[in-house]
């Protein structure tokens, strides 16, 4: 049997592992995957090795509100530095995997290492703002670039390397030329998009330095959230794969994940007819994405 896609990492690490610059779990992480390469590579021609990087780092690191739970309002943790030192750390456990995999396995296995993020479509709070508007290509900044950047062009954005300052940790020459170019693919999670407004904090009513400050943007997403079903919005994932192809050299794209929740309903069994609405309005965009010169090679719910 053949799997098409299995993921390395999806939240299931101690927290000290990588955050707090413990380098060890570069280490660490290489050996688990040399196991699973060694044991199921045979079987598996399609590796990603973390699973939405920018939303596990931000959610687990800046906000709290997933595994491991730390943050500077937690019971420990760190928003203002952890949440990029750990994005750090697993770009750089993404590398020595993938050159791990290229030295030792791809030969014999003709496989592909890839890396994975969430993508929001960013579109402006008020349309007719010019803050809005520039806070968009922020929000892509840190939420695209911080690591489509290391993996295309070897480093963070300079946008958000001005925001963060000295908190972002450096790649070292070495690191770069490692980081860079080390995805065979890209792999995306996407649901919804997200209204963006640009936010002037000044120093004196600053919160507590975190992801979202460093930013300066307030997020909303678009989607009903108190019910069963997200709201349908196929031309934020055209425009997605749109971004992608023209920002970061047209990579390889396999979309990892798509969908909405449903409530159970025996008549839906009978006859389904909303989700294949759905299906057929986002596969007609990435159709349309790829007619355009997207080099999306998947797609999966």
Not at 2 to 14: M, P
Not at 91 to 117: E, I, M, N, P, T
Request: with cysteine; glycine share 8%.
């Amino acid at each position: 049997m053949e799997l098409n896609r299995t993921t390395c990492y999806i939240a299931s690490l101690r927290s000290s592992s990588v955050s707090r610059g413990y380098r060890r779990i570069i280490k660490g992480f290489t050996a688990y995957a040399d196991v699973c390469f060694r044991e199921f590579g045979n079987h598996v021609k399609f590796w990603t090795t973390i699973n939405e990087a920018n939303v596990f780092t931000i959610g687990g690191y800046n906000d709290g509100t997933s595994p491991p739970g730390r943050c500077s309002n937690c019971s420990s943790g760190n928003s203002s530095t952890e949440t990029y030192i750990v994005g750090h750390n697993l770009l750089l456990a993404h590398a020595s995997v993938s050159r791990l995999y290229q030295q030792k396995y791809k030969d014999k296995q003709g496989g592909s290492v890839g890396f994975s993020l969430y993508a929001f479509e960013f579109i402006p709070q008020t349309s007719s703002s010019k803050d809005d508007e520039i806070a968009i290509q922020r929000a892509k900044d840190f939420f695209y670039s911080w690591i489509l950047g290391p993996l295309t062009f070897g480093d963070y954005p300079d946008e958000m390397k001005r925001a963060v300052g000295s908190r972002l940790p450096i790649f070292s020459k070495e690191e770069s030329e490692q980081v860079k170019g080390s995805s065979d693919f890209i792999g995306i999670m996407h649901y919804f998009p997200a209204l963006v407004e640009n936010i002037k904090l000044k120093p004196s009513l600053s919160r507590n330095t975190d992801f979202y400050s460093d930013m300066g943007v307030s997020l909303t997403y678009l989607g009903n959230f108190s019910g069963f079903g997200y709201d349908v919005f196929p031309w934020a994932m055209e425009s997605v794969l749109e971004y992608i192809k023209q920002t970061y050299g047209n990579p390889p794209v396999y979309i990892l994940e798509n969908g909405t929740p449903m409530k159970p309903d025996l008549e839906l069994q009978q006859k389904d007819t909303r989700r294949i609405e759905y299906l057929q309005a986002y596969i007609g965009a990435v159709l349309k994405a790829v007619r355009n010169g997207s080099d999306t090679r998947g797609y999966f719910v």
